[in-house]
């Protein structure tokens, strides 16, 4: 996308494809008939360089995603409700560090990148109820400090990751055994990051507000 405001004129990139894998093993047992725990580790995700067009040639960043652990908990007091609790650590220092992402080729003599994210841990907690045996619904709640640092402001504009309140609402219905939907709705309260003056960035202040909606729904088919 094309950035031209600021001191430092950005020239428009286009496209940006690559291709990635990564493994994730995990682990479910029951502690007793009504709690169960879980274990999940997802490895770093490999991807190939993002390409991007510019007017000058083509521009390569190397941006890959972080390893992560996940330790959940499951409570089913009774067959109609469900309680899940999971606390997630998120290693953005191994892809989104000090220098990252990289630009492996410079055609445009891009500004280089200095994320220098913290690694975060993440809490979730969500409830499930099941008035009938067809309907479910669903609410939930989402904490994590954001990982963004005071000293780069650029970055903090380029990539606003702030939100760390979510709260989460939803439903599905089973109309048959076979087929069914699911109606899913997302807010982030307003957040604000105001990083400090970092040498070098020649930015005085800055300040970035981000508030996030959204709404899914989808229909599912069981073979």
Not at 112 to 124: A, E, G, R, T, Y
């Amino acid at each position: 996308h094309p950035n031209s405001g600021g001191a430092f004129p950005q020239e428009p990139h286009h496209g940006g494809t690559a291709f990635g894998f990564g493994l994730v093993v995990g682990f479910l047992g029951e502690v007793t008939d009504n709690l169960s725990v879980g274990l999940a580790y997802e490895t770093k995700q490999f991807f190939t360089d993002f390409s991007f067009n510019t007017i000058y040639g083509v521009d390569k960043v190397s941006f890959n995603q972080p390893q992560n652990l996940t330790l959940g908990l499951g409570y089913t007091p009774i067959p109609a409700f469900k309680a899940a609790f999971d606390a997630s650590w998120i290693d953005w220092s191994q892809t989104n560090g000090p220098g990252m992402p990289v630009l492996a080729e410079n055609t445009s003599s891009q500004l280089p990148w200095n994320l220098d994210w913290k690694s975060q841990i993440v809490l979730k907690f969500g409830l499930q109820y099941n008035p009938t045996e067809a309907l479910a619904l669903r609410t939930g709640y989402n904490y994590g400090s954001h990982p963004l640092q005071d000293t780069n402001p650029f970055e903090g504009i380029a990539f606003p990751a702030i939100a760390k309140h979510h709260v989460t609402f939803g439903a599905g219905y089973d109309f048959t055994e076979k087929i069914g939907a699911t109606l899913g709705f997302m807010y982030s309260p307003t957040s604000t990051h105001t990083p400090a003056n970092a040498a070098g960035q020649f930015i005085a202040s800055s300040e970035v507000t981000m508030s996030q909606k959204s709404l899914e729904m989808g229909v599912s088919y069981k073979f």
